[in-house]
């Protein structure tokens, strides 16, 4: 009898495993429908950040040029990083990390502001915290435009060379960061405190993450086996810009006796492309799922 009974639950748990699969895959689906939709809101975002602006686009650049122009002022003659180029090394942390804000900035809100449009029309929800995402992947394509004379000029032409694993690390953190959208878009719903403590969240997040500083450093001051340097290594957003940076600036190591050395323009490393893709595939599931178990009563949580 304990082994039918086994036998009947194992049956059970597939069956409501493969239900949740094809449910998954519908809705996937019925998202792939809804393209012009996400595309007419992706327009709208655009459209309304700069309808007034005189200089468009070039004032998406201010924030990382003022940030670039402080950092580098303070890294390099105030407290200074031993590490070469420093303004190359922080705009090729900072602008992924500008992207991976805004958009989650943006998305919180995606779903309480749109309210009356979510009580009267049907439509996959999940479209409004990426629409977001997507207009703020425009901004980062079209700021890695701007800066990439500045960075092939500081660090060759191996940034050009090394542009397929730029976009390859790029893709990977837009599926990261579409799940954790969606998560704080559906969780800010229910707990609408979470807006508040959206700006405290993010910027210890910044700052656990190696923008401003290389990893290495850290692992060179305290050693490699330190909590801190053990605690860093477990933030996802520190392996995605690694492996962002590595193409766009270089690799940055502890070598024995030499202590911190910048390297030029490289692929990023197996393992480092590994947990960022791990990463990207559980947390955009996990959000995903968040948002759907949530979204049957957004209408009336509103």
Same mark, same amino acid.
């Given at each position: 009898?304990?082994?039918?009974?086994?036998?009947?639950?194992?049956?059970?748990?597939?069956?409501?495993?493969?239900?949740?699969?094809?449910?998954?895959?519908?809705?996937?689906?019925?998202?792939?429908?809804?393209?012009?939709?996400?595309?007419?809101?992706?327009?709208?975002?655009?459209?309304?950040?700069?309808?007034?602006?005189?200089?468009? #686009?070039?004032?998406?650049?201010?924030?990382?040029?003022?940030?670039?122009?402080?950092?580098?002022?303070?890294?390099?003659?105030?407290?200074?990083?031993?590490?070469?180029? #420093?303004?190359?090394?922080?705009?090729?942390?900072?602008?992924?990390? +500008?992207?991976?804000?805004?958009?989650? +900035?943006?998305?919180?809100?995606?779903?309480?502001?749109?309210?009356?449009?979510?009580?009267?029309?049907?439509?996959?929800?999940?479209?409004?915290?990426?629409?977001?995402?997507?207009?703020?992947?425009?901004?980062?394509?079209?700021?890695?435009?701007?800066? !990439?004379?500045?960075?092939?000029?500081?660090?060759?032409?191996?940034?050009?060379?090394?542009?397929?694993?730029?976009?390859?690390?790029?893709?990977?953190?837009?599926?990261?960061?579409?799940?954790?959208?969606?998560?704080?878009?559906?969780?800010?719903?229910?707990?609408?405190?979470? +807006?508040?403590?959206?700006?405290?969240?993010?910027?210890?997040? #910044?700052?656990?993450?190696?923008?401003?500083?290389?990893?290495?450093?850290?692992?060179? +001051?305290?050693?490699?086996?330190?909590?801190?340097?053990?605690?860093?290594?477990?933030?996802?957003?520190?392996?995605?810009?690694?492996?962002?940076?590595?193409?766009?600036?270089? !690799?940055?190591?502890?070598?024995?006796?030499?202590?911190?050395?910048?390297?030029?323009?490289?692929?990023?490393?197996?393992?480092?492309?590994?947990?960022?893709?791990?990463?990207?595939?559980?947390?955009?599931?996990?959000?995903?799922?968040?948002?759907?178990?949530? !979204?049957? !009563? #957004?209408?009336?949580?509103?």
């Amino acid at each position: 009898m304990s082994a039918d009974a086994g036998a009947a639950g194992s049956a059970d748990g597939a069956v409501r495993a493969g239900r949740r699969t094809r449910a998954g895959l519908g809705k996937l689906l019925e998202l792939w429908r809804a393209r012009e939709l996400l595309d007419q809101l992706v327009r709208k975002e655009l459209k309304v950040r700069y309808k007034s602006s005189a200089l468009g #686009f070039l004032w998406s650049m201010l924030t990382p040029a003022l940030m670039t122009v402080v950092f580098a002022i303070v890294f390099t003659q105030v407290v200074p990083i031993p590490i070469d180029d #420093f303004a190359a090394f922080f705009i090729a942390g900072y602008l992924l990390w +500008q992207f991976f804000q805004n958009s989650c +900035q943006g998305a919180i809100h995606s779903i309480v502001g749109n309210g009356d449009l979510v009580k009267k029309v049907y439509f996959p929800r999940e479209v409004l915290p990426l629409s977001h995402v997507i207009s703020q992947l425009i901004h980062l394509l079209l700021a890695l435009v701007v800066i !990439s004379p500045f960075l092939v000029w500081t660090r060759g032409v191996g940034v050009l060379l090394h542009l397929p694993a730029t976009l390859l690390a790029i893709a990977l953190l837009t599926v990261f960061t579409a799940g954790v959208a969606m998560w704080f878009a559906a969780t800010n719903v229910v707990f609408r405190d979470l +807006q508040e403590l959206f700006i405290v969240i993010f910027q210890v997040w #910044f700052y656990a993450t190696p923008v401003l500083y290389p990893l290495a450093l850290v692992r060179d +001051q305290l050693g490699d086996d330190s909590l801190l340097a053990t605690a860093l290594q477990l933030n996802p957003m520190a392996w995605f810009v690694e492996v962002f940076r590595s193409p766009m600036y270089g !690799s940055v190591v502890n070598a024995a006796g030499d202590g911190i050395v910048s390297g030029g323009p490289t692929v990023p490393s197996l393992p480092a492309l590994g947990i960022a893709l791990l990463s990207a595939v559980v947390v955009f599931i996990a959000g995903y799922a968040a948002f759907l178990r949530r !979204s049957g !009563s #957004f209408a009336k949580e509103i």
